[in-house]
């Protein structure tokens, strides 16, 4: 087997029989899954695993090989169990972050707080990018991890959920509507303010906006995320936002947040790595102090 990543899907589906069922324990998509199994059978030359019913079945040719492949896996954790433990005191890495302005206001400061308190030498880079950028960066390792809300994100990637997001309505402080509770017959006949960031799903949001208050609607579209307080000050525009960024910005800028008077689904704010990089030592330090860092947040966010 030509990738030693791939011993773990083979494991995976050995045992769970099931694409959805190893995609689950692996912490991966079914795509991912899928992907690695279709590597495997061209390596291979045959199908590995057929289904049958509702299981995957190993083929002869795949009962003939698993022994070798388990022993060959078995020999790979015993390795990783011997790796040097990573100390973050004299770490003097730039860690890369792929994440949106959003992230930055949102989640990079308590980030960096906790991050510089444990590793004072490590610096940080964010960047942005599209996903296939994205991508390639964390299967190069020129990118350490991704935060956001990346759905198309698949390939050979590891994502865990940090917290979760619903939508809110801001607005300014002397806006006419800001005094009460806003209703959904007033919501339909303002104007909007709509942020097209690629990749965040906003078209569910917009389809939601146009679907209620019609196709005019939306007086101002912007592709990125933090000139929109400062569009709402000088306007009557009303801006569905994340929560997290609604509330954070309603402590710099003079806003008011009111719960959205729309179904709108949550989403979530996860972390990607690549396959590639899961066992590093030195990423998975990273990764976790991430992921506990924002999930603490996710009180404050509501």
Known sequence: MKDLNLLYTFEALWRDHSVSIAAQNLGVTQAAVSSSLKRMRQDYGDKLFALVGRRMEPTPFCVQIAPRLLESLAL??????????????????????????????????????????AAPKTRVHTVGGTMDETLNGLSTGRIDLAVGFMPTLQTDIHRSTVFTQHYVCAMRSDHPLAAHPLTLEQFSTQEHLLVEAGGSGHQILERALIDTGGRDCIKVRIPQYLS?????????MVWTVPSALGQTLARFFPLVIHPLPLEIPPFEIDLYWHDRFHRDPENKWFRELVGRVLRSQQSEWQ
């Open 76 to 117: 790979v954790r015993d390795a990783s169990s011997q790796m040097i433990s990573f100390d973050p005191q004299p770490c003097r890495k730039t860690f890369t972050i792929r994440m949106r302005d959003v992230g930055e206001v949102v989640c990079l400061p308590p980030m960096l707080a906790e991050l510089f308190a």
């Open 228 to 236: 929109a307080p400062h569009l709402l000050l000088g306007s009557n």
